[in-house]
């Protein structure tokens, strides 16, 4: 990656001592601060049941935190509503850990929702459909109910609605658990071209073949905290 | 543009998904539309007719004695003093003998052995149209029977009086069907589109992380409503035209229906049931709606 622009860019994340507790007494996140910049590539991650998911959802807003603040370029999220709040999370891209996938619909249409909710023109809609089908090895599906997928496709499915609508913001909770190496490479090369072409991206997981080589930031949750936050080029 | 293929899209789906309770309900709107206005048509028809029958609504004052012009002036000036009336007219022995002789045309003969002032003279009052709504009437009359030398008021009190009621019975079961007819179609629309939201949960829940803005989901359900509410009352009125139709064409010819014209309704009584149908079925979506759909 390489961070030519003269002036430092804004912030996308801005995460100030926010604390999530689920009734009634499950601390899933304590006092995490973290500022992630525009165009970012930012791994999370941490043992299973860590608090990653939970950070996630919190940036989607779709879930309030308990105590801190939370910024979306600028936008206390927790406090949008209505038309301004649907507005932000048509910008924000989340690939659901558990999908989320409506599985009496073709993998096209679960596609498409992302992009009809701004309405697209459905001639777009179509041609992004195909174009995203082919780089995750998926054309054949097309027309495939998403419920008759094996869950390695359906983990790239919902991939691919998260970056339909092209997002300034791509969260991707879990991208690669059930994919093979050779698939789990192409997944990375789509999120890489995203963040190329300027959207800030979130990954959560704890697949260390995609964070290993990494240039890019890297923070590990424990037991809800911030353990380390390591790479980067100290931006 | 793609806002409405989306838009219609989505109805389309709504539609598919739950056609058997948008056909109830479908049903439903239409079969109270048809009541209603069932209803309705015969009861304007019959304040058409009761307008017709009271142009002829005479009140006859048989008398004792012939009047004198002296006291034909204070009987008028003691009618008048109850109210205005369009017309008085005094009837002599002499001229109600004529009358009836002339009524009876051919068989005049059997008056021959008569006198001919058996037939008591008369007065006619025939009152004023806001004059005759029963109890007008029957006040009126009441009073006339008071004058001096009155032997009886006619007006025709039977078929007045059951008119009367009758108009006013159909006046009742009209506003009753009224009623069933909002109730039903404000809650029916509202049940279908509920039944169409729960069966769909999973997908609102989603279309709102996605970011569909609450327009994005909620004009489909107003306009699957406002669809019932067209559909619904355009096959209620067309039913009832065709009934209409049929009933014309059944008893067309000499026949008690043809003592009046039947009419159907003026098209600003047509649109106007459709308009409130409309109305009444995209409020019940609305309600709903703002129950279940809210980001
Ligand atoms: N809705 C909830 N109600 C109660 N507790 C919850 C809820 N969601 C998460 N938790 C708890 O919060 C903690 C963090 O969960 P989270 O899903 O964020 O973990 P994770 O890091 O994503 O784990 P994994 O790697 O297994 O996905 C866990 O202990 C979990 O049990
Ligand atoms: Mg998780």
Same mark, same amino acid.
């Given at each position: 990656?390489?961070?030519?622009?003269?002036?430092?860019?804004?912030?996308?994340?801005?995460?100030?001592?926010?604390?999530?507790?689920?009734?009634?007494?499950?601390?899933?996140?304590?006092?995490?601060?973290?500022?992630?910049?525009?165009?970012?590539?930012?791994?999370?991650?941490? !043992?299973?049941?860590?608090?990653?998911?939970? =950070?996630?959802?919190?940036?989607?807003?779709?879930?309030?935190?308990?105590?801190?603040?939370?910024?979306?370029?600028?936008?206390? #999220?927790?406090?949008?509503?209505?038309?301004?709040?649907?507005?932000?999370?048509?910008?924000?891209?989340?690939?659901?850990?558990?999908?989320?996938?409506?599985?009496?619909?073709?993998?096209?249409? $679960?596609?498409?929702?992302? !992009?009809?909710?701004? %309405?697209?023109?459905?001639?777009?809609?179509?041609?992004?459909?195909?174009?995203?089908?082919?780089?995750?090895?998926?054309?054949?599906?097309?027309?495939?109910?998403?419920?008759?997928?094996?869950?390695?496709?359906?983990?790239?499915?919902?991939?691919?609605?998260?970056?339909?609508?092209?997002?300034? !913001?791509?969260?991707?909770?879990?991208?690669?658990?059930?994919?093979?190496?050779?698939?789990?490479?192409?997944?990375?090369?789509? =999120?890489?071209?995203?963040?190329?072409?300027?959207?800030?991206?979130?990954?959560?997981?704890?697949?260390?073949?995609?964070?290993?080589?990494?240039?890019?930031?890297?923070?590990?949750?424990?037991?809800?905290?911030?353990?380390?936050?390591?790479?980067?080029?100290?931006? | 543009?793609?806002? +409405?293929?989306?838009?219609?899209?989505?109805?389309?789906?709504?539609?598919?998904?739950? +056609?058997?309770?948008?056909?109830?309900?479908?049903?439903?709107?239409?079969?109270?539309?048809?009541?209603?206005?069932?209803?309705?048509?015969?009861?304007?028809?019959?304040?058409?007719?009761?307008?017709?029958?009271?142009?002829?609504?005479?009140?006859?004052?048989?008398?004792?004695?012939?009047?004198?012009?002296?006291?034909?002036?204070?009987?008028?000036?003691?009618?008048?003093?109850?109210?205005?009336?369009?017309? #008085?007219?005094?009837?002599?022995?002499?001229?109600?003998?004529?009358?009836?002789?002339?009524?009876?045309?051919?068989?005049?003969?059997?008056?021959?052995?008569?006198?001919?002032?058996?037939?008591?003279?008369?007065?006619?009052?025939?009152?004023?149209?806001?004059?005759?709504?029963? $109890?007008?009437?029957?006040?009126?009359?009441?009073?006339?029977?008071?004058?001096?030398?009155?032997?009886?008021?006619? %007006?025709?009190?039977?078929?007045?009086?059951?008119? %009367? %009621?009758?108009?006013?019975?159909?006046?009742?079961?009209?506003?009753?069907?009224?009623?069933?007819?909002?109730?039903?179609?404000?809650?029916?629309?509202?049940?279908?589109?509920?039944?169409?939201?729960?069966?769909?949960?999973?997908?609102?829940?989603?279309?709102?992380?996605?970011?569909?803005?609450?327009?994005?989901?909620?004009?489909?359900?107003?306009?699957?409503?406002?669809?019932?509410?067209?559909?619904?009352?355009?096959?209620?009125?067309?039913?009832?035209?065709?009934?209409?139709? +049929?009933?014309?064409?059944?008893?067309?010819?000499?026949?008690?229906?043809?003592?009046?014209?039947?009419?159907?309704?003026?098209?600003?009584?047509?649109?106007?049931?459709?308009?409130?149908?409309?109305? =009444?079925?995209?409020?019940?979506?609305?309600?709903?709606?703002?129950?279940?759909?809210?980001?």
């Amino acid at each position: 990656m390489k961070n030519n622009t003269a002036e430092p860019p804004g912030t996308m994340i801005e995460m100030i001592k926010v604390s999530k507790l689920y009734p009634p007494d499950v601390v899933a996140l304590k006092d995490v601060s973290i500022s992630v910049a525009v165009g970012e590539m930012f791994f999370i991650i941490g !043992m299973s049941g860590a608090g990653k998911t939970t =950070l996630l959802k919190l940036i989607s807003s779709m879930e309030p935190p308990t105590n801190g603040l939370i910024e979306i370029s600028g936008n206390p #999220i927790h406090q949008l509503k209505g038309y301004k709040l649907a507005r932000l999370r048509q910008k924000i891209g989340v690939a659901y850990q558990d999908f989320k996938l409506l599985a009496d619909r073709t993998t096209a249409e $679960n596609i498409a929702i992302s !992009m009809e909710v701004s %309405y697209k023109k459905p001639s777009i809609i179509r041609r992004r459909v195909k174009d995203l089908l082919a780089q995750l090895n998926l054309t054949d599906k097309h027309n495939t109910i998403t419920g008759e997928l094996s869950r390695g496709e359906q983990q790239r499915v919902t991939l691919a609605r998260a970056i339909a609508n092209s997002p300034t !913001m791509i969260l991707v909770d879990e991208p690669t658990g059930n994919l093979d190496a050779t698939t789990t490479e192409k997944v990375m090369q789509l =999120l890489t071209k995203c963040n190329k072409s300027g959207a800030t991206i979130v990954i959560a997981t704890h697949d260390d073949s995609i964070y290993r080589h990494t240039p890019h930031r890297i923070m590990e949750l424990r037991a809800g905290r911030t353990y380390s936050i390591v790479g980067g080029n100290g931006t | 543009m793609s806002f +409405w293929v989306t838009v219609i899209r989505q109805v389309g789906r709504n539609l598919r998904q739950t +056609w058997g309770s948008q056909l109830m309900t479908l049903l439903t709107v239409s079969l109270s539309v048809l009541i209603f206005a069932f209803f309705y048509l015969i009861y304007t028809n019959m304040l058409s007719l009761g307008d017709k029958l009271g142009d002829d609504l005479t009140l006859i004052v048989y008398l004792e004695e012939e009047p004198g012009p002296e006291l034909q002036q204070q009987l008028i000036k003691k009618i008048t003093t109850f109210d205005e009336v369009e017309d #008085i007219r005094f009837v002599s022995s002499a001229m109600a003998y004529e009358r009836f002789a002339g009524q009876l045309g051919q068989n005049e003969d059997v008056l021959d052995d008569m006198p001919k002032d058996f037939l008591p003279p008369s007065i006619e009052v025939i009152p004023f149209k806001n004059l005759r709504s029963l $109890n007008q009437v029957k006040l009126f009359s009441a009073y006339l029977a008071k004058l001096p030398g009155t032997l009886k008021v006619q %007006y025709g009190q039977e078929w007045v009086e059951r008119f %009367y %009621y009758f108009t006013k019975l159909l006046s009742i079961v009209v506003l009753l069907s009224g009623t069933l007819l909002i109730l039903t179609t404000i809650f029916m629309v509202a049940y279908t589109i509920r039944l169409t939201i729960l069966g769909r949960q999973a997908e609102l829940e989603l279309l709102k992380l996605v970011g569909a803005t609450n327009n994005y989901i909620r004009i489909p359900f107003l306009l699957e409503g406002l669809l019932q509410g067209i559909l619904g009352s355009s096959i209620g009125i067309a039913a009832l035209y065709t009934l209409f139709h +049929w009933i014309r064409i059944r008893f067309s010819g000499p026949g008690l229906l043809n003592l009046f014209e039947f009419s159907f309704f003026p098209p600003v009584v047509t649109i106007t049931i459709i308009g409130v149908s409309i109305l =009444l079925c995209t409020l019940g979506s609305y309600s709903t709606m703002h129950k279940f759909l809210r980001i």
